[in-house]
Nanobody, 121 residues
Framework: QVQLVESGGGLVQAGESLRLSCAAS????????MGWYRQAPGKQRELVAR???????KYADSVKGRFTISRDNAKNTVYLQMNSLKPEDTAVYYC???????????????WGQGTQVTVSS
């Protein structure tokens, strides 16, 4: 099993910043990609940002220019720097990893439990 633990969420005012961290642990053989998704109550979960092992990055249009995803592959950790936060960014943010366990060839998707980000106006 791969465990993903998010941290860094909280309550901030519009225009402020937060940095989310997600550390993967367990019997990990490799991680192909890690990313952040978010979900507000009653809405679908959506991709915020994703980064592959090779450094390819994808952002949601709504966060381009404000959020920056980065990773430390040696530490199996992904970060999301969120600047100029807006009330519309309020959601539970989930860490995702596409990873393979040791001694298993196939990759699977793993999810963290989520961290709440609330942005007040």
């Amino acid at each position: 099993q791969v465990q993903l633990v998010e941290s860094g969420g909280g309550l901030v005012q519009a225009g402020e910043s937060l940095r989310l961290s997600c550390a993967a642990s367990g019997s990990i053989f490799s991680i192909n990609a890690m990313g952040w998704y978010r979900q507000a109550p009653g809405k679908q979960r959506e991709l915020v940002a994703r980064i592959t092992n090779g450094g390819s990055i994808k952002y949601a249009d709504s966060v381009k220019g404000r959020f920056t995803i980065s990773r430390d592959n040696a530490k199996n950790t992904v970060y999301l720097q969120m600047n100029s936060l807006k009330p519309e960014d309020t959601a539970v943010y989930y860490c995702n990893a596409e990873a393979a366990l040791k001694y298993f060839q196939s990759t699977s998707n793993y999810w963290g439990q989520g961290t709440q980000v609330t942005v007040s106006s």
